[in-house]
């Protein structure tokens, strides 16, 4: 591809990059001996870099977010008309992308019923955080107030979303954490902490209640899950788990909160990964495919009940929610997320997205029979995870020197994989995630698949 913008420039803006940037997860010393690499252009399912060479990006952008692929001009020229007619108005005052994307998204979530808006998977968690603490407040003397959440799921990067959050080994260098959140138990059966047990995931949901039963259930008011755990390892609940998770929080009266920031807008060919398992959550956040990145926004959504304990008399200190988000009053943001919704819908892509995905699946299958060092694939739709180890009957995890040699090698044949860099437990460092955008073909698959298989023989015969 001829990018556009003159090579002499290209040059100038990397230096600019690399002399003012401080880059994301990246440790930047790595900049002393190469250059940061900059993406200038994509279309599809494609990028461009600043040598103009073409990879096929398996991960949506990275962290599973352009769930309708790049360059969409519709979504772009949507957001163009809005912010020209009205950006911005916050606090009290609606918009009209506001309102009608809350009405679409509602539509398409029964038994939900309130949009609040925001700008990031991490601030919607913390809004779902501060009315399960304002409820405790209001209702039961400020005691039921502690938030569960689950080893291996992450649910943002501030400081109280990170006190949620089991990756540990993200965690280490930012406590003392917020108080009040609590750890489950994981429910990966692969990496079972209960040996072989029957029905796993019935025991993985009761390591829930038995939690609550050791903090005191009048001191739980809410848990967080993800519906598939994302960065944690593509951890896919076992049968009996969902049902389970929702009889105890009926029981101990504790909040169900779904954390869809990555499998929300389609992911795993549901429009929710909660819609799979018929959960009836009182809470549901989400971002990342929202606007598919071409705008910044995030969402809690409520059930009627959990809005309307936040009515109250006007005099009443604990009446509404006494919370804002400035940038909650973006008109790009709904401008996107509805032309967005529209493309998810009139291109069939959550039809898509199941039928690539068991594709997918059966692909990665194969290679789990080709190649020794595959332990394990998981995943649903177009969200998928290969687990590598370094014996299969001990399920010993691969070093991660070896699981970054396979990321680095796919690249070097023009697919973008990643692999994830947590060390704290097997079973994540050690995964590969496949996350393509919602539109991906099979001949797109064939050839992510394609790069991986090479990358596994090559660095297993190194
Ligand atoms: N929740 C999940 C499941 C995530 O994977 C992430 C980010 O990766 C977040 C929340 C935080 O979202 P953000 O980075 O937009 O704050």
Redesign the pocket.
């Known amino acids: 591809m001829n990018l556009h913008v003159p090579e002499n420039d290209i040059t100038a803006i990397v230096e600019a990059d690399k002399a003012n940037v401080w880059h994301h997860l990246t440790n930047h010393k790595k900049f002393d001996a190469v250059d940061p690499l900059m993406i200038i252009e994509g279309k599809g399912m494609r990028v461009w870099n600043q040598a103009g060479r073409e990879h096929l990006d398996c991960v949506s952008g990275g962290?599973w977010t352009v769930n309708v692929g790049y360059g969409r001009e519709s979504i772009a020229n949507a957001v163009r008309d809005q912010l020209v007619k009205m950006n911005y108005f916050a606090g009290a005052m609606g918009t009209v992308p506001g309102a009608q994307f809350a009405e679409k998204l509602i539509s398409k979530m029964p038994g939900m019923s309130r949009v609040y808006y925001a700008n990031?998977?991490?601030?919607a968690?913390e809004k779902a955080y501060k009315l399960v603490r304002q409820l405790a407040h209001k209702k039961y003397g400020g005691k039921k107030h502690k938030i569960l959440f689950r080893e291996r799921d992450?649910?943002?990067?501030t400081i109280t979303?990170l006190s949620s959050g089991g990756h540990t080994e993200r965690n280490a260098q930012y406590g003392p954490f917020t108080p009040g959140f609590v750890p489950v138990p994981h429910c990966l059966e692969y990496r079972s902490q209960w040996g072989e047990v029957e029905d796993y995931g019935v025991r993985a949901a009761n390591a829930i209640e038995e939690v609550i039963l050791r903090e005191g259930a009048d001191t739980v008011g809410g848990l967080i899950l993800?519906p598939i755990t994302?960065?944690g390892g593509v951890i896919v609940p076992p049968k009996g788990y969902w049902d389970r998770v929702q009889e105890i929080c009926k029981k101990y009266d504790v909040l169900l909160i779904i954390?869809e920031?990555?499998c929300g807008m389609g992911r795993t060919g549901t429009w929710f990964g909660y819609q799979h398992y018929g959960i009836e959550p009182d809470m549901v956040t989400m971002?990342?495919g929202v606007a598919s990145g071409y705008a910044a926004i995030?969402c809690l959504v409520t059930t009627e009940a959990v809005y309307n304990e936040f009515k109250g008399d006007m005099d009443d200190p604990m009446s509404y929610f006494r919370d804002i988000s400035t940038f909650g009053g973006c008109t790009s943001g709904p401008a996107a997320a509805l032309e967005n919704m529209r493309i998810l819908e009139d291109e069939n892509l959550l039809e898509n997205t199941t039928a690539m995905g068991d594709y997918l699946m059966g692909r990665l299958e194969e290679l789990k029979g080709k190649h020794e060092i595959v332990g394990d694939v998981r995943g649903k739709g177009l969200f998928c995870g290969m687990e590598l180890v370094a014996d299969r009957d001990t399920r010993e995890a691969a070093p991660e020197s070896m699981v970054q040699a396979v990321v680095a090698d796919c690249f070097a044949h023009n697919a973008v994989v990643i692999g994830a860099t947590n060390r704290s437990f097997p079973g994540f460092n050690n995964t590969l995630c496949f996350s393509p955008a919602l539109i991906c073909t099979k001949s797109d698959l064939d050839e992510m698949v394609e790069a991986l298989d090479g990358a596994l023989t090559r660095v297993t015969a190194a």
């Open positions: 962290v990031s998977g991490s601030e968690n992450y649910h943002g990067t979303a993800e994302a960065g954390d920031v990555v971002a990342k995030s």
